[in-house]
Structures are given as C-alpha cells and as structure tokens.
T-cell receptor, first 110, second 114 residues
C-alpha cells in the first residue's frame, strides 16, 4: 500500500542548513508537497514539486526529488528560530488523496 | 477572509458521550476533509466530501459520521466517544477534486475522551 517514511526528529544549529528526508512508495505520485505545522496550529503548504522535476528552489527552500529511488528532500538554508515546526512530506497519490508522512520535528539549537 | 474555522478548540468528553465538531470555510471551496492527528502517526483521513452533497470514507472512518451541511460547512460527529478517539482533529478544504489542489487547514480541535 501507500506509505511515506520520514525521520521523526532533527536538531540543527541556528544559521546552519536543515535537510529533511522522505521516502515514499507510490510511484504514481505526480505532485509531492511539503507542509509545515507550527506549534498549536494547522498545516500550511510550504512548497511542492512536480514529479517531472529534479529540483525546485524557492528562496531559502530547496526541494530535491529522486523519482527512481522515490526519495524527496527539503533543504532549509540559514535555519532560523521561526523554522522550528513539524514538516510533513505529502505525496498526492490520486484523485485528491494526499498521503501524509508522520512528520519531522525540527528543533533549532541556539 | 477567515479561511477554515473549527469549533470548539478544546473539548473533554466522557466515554459514551456524543459531540459534533464544526468546520466552515469561506473560500468557496468544493472539497472538504476531516483528519485526525495522533503522536507519531501523522495525519489520517477520516472522511471527505468531494463536493456538496457527497461524502466518502477515508482511512479511519469507524466511530464517526459526517454531514456536508452546505458548501461552506462540514461537520464531524462522534456518536459514542471512546478513549481511542482522543486526538487532534483537523478540517481542511480545497478548491476541487481530482487534481492536486492545495488543502487549507483549520487550527484544529483538541479532543480528550476520558
């Protein structure tokens, strides 16, 4: 069945780069989303990549996609305290079904 | 423009009690969703409504019912609450169905069943 795997925690020093990794099983995923959840809030779409792209850059965010290995990563450059949140990898599988990973909690060290 | 609103924000129920979680969106979206979020489990889809007048089961529908009251509102009902339903519930909406439209989430309802 469909599955999305992410590590649950990541600690990064302020100013360093954060890399959050994700693997998924459904090769038919045409859009792959990253959602961000700040403490006590709902999820917000952070960025996304089409499956026919290898990389997408959006200011401090870089998304890399290895479709062959079904591996997605999100890199946040110059990590700030405001980046502290849970990040969900979420492939769009079919119709309007999105499979959410368990989320990676990003902790920023001073 | 409030986006997606949910009420209540917090609720404590005793086992066996019933309650309805309310959700409304003001973006004229066609599709609406209910998810639950449990620690270490990510988000799981409970029910969805692809368009006004239709509802369908998601991944974990047991113990829940839904009503798409109109295009704006989508409620989730727990008929006889159980401790296993302790969770954070999120409502979401999207422009449509069948294409990868962005889903917009409400702030969540934190439910505890004792």
């Amino acid at each position: 069945g469909e599955d999305v795997e992410q590590s649950l925690f990541l600690s990064v020093r302020e100013g360093d780069s954060s890399v959050i990794n994700c693997t998924y099983t459904d090769s038919s995923s045409t859009y792959l989303y990253w959602y961000k959840q700040e403490p006590g809030a709902g999820l917000q779409l952070l960025t996304y990549i089409f499956s026919n792209m290898d990389m997408k850059q959006d200011q401090r965010l870089t998304v890399l996609l290895n479709k062959k290995d079904k591996h997605l990563s999100l890199r946040i450059a110059d990590t700030q305290t405001g980046d502290s949140a849970i990040y969900f990898c979420a492939p769009w599988v079919r119709d309007d079904k999105i499979i959410f990973g368990k989320g990676t909690r990003l902790h920023i060290l001073p | 423009n409030a986006g997606v609103t949910q009420t209540p924000k917090f609720q404590v129920l005793k086992t066996g009690q019933s309650m309805t979680l309310q959700c409304a969106q003001d973006m004229n979206h066609n599709s609406m969703y209910w998810y639950r979020q449990d620690p270490g489990m990510g988000l799981r889809l409970i029910y969805y409504s692809a368009s006004e007048g239709t509802t369908d089961k998601g991944e974990v529908p047991n113990g829940y019912n839904v009503s798409r009251l109109n295009k704006r509102e989508f409620s989730l009902r727990l008929e006889s609450a159980a401790p296993s339903q302790t969770s954070v519930y999120f409502c979401a909406s999207s422009e449509g169905w069948g294409r990868p439209y962005e889903q917009y989430f409400g702030p969540g309802t934190r439910l505890t069943v004792t």
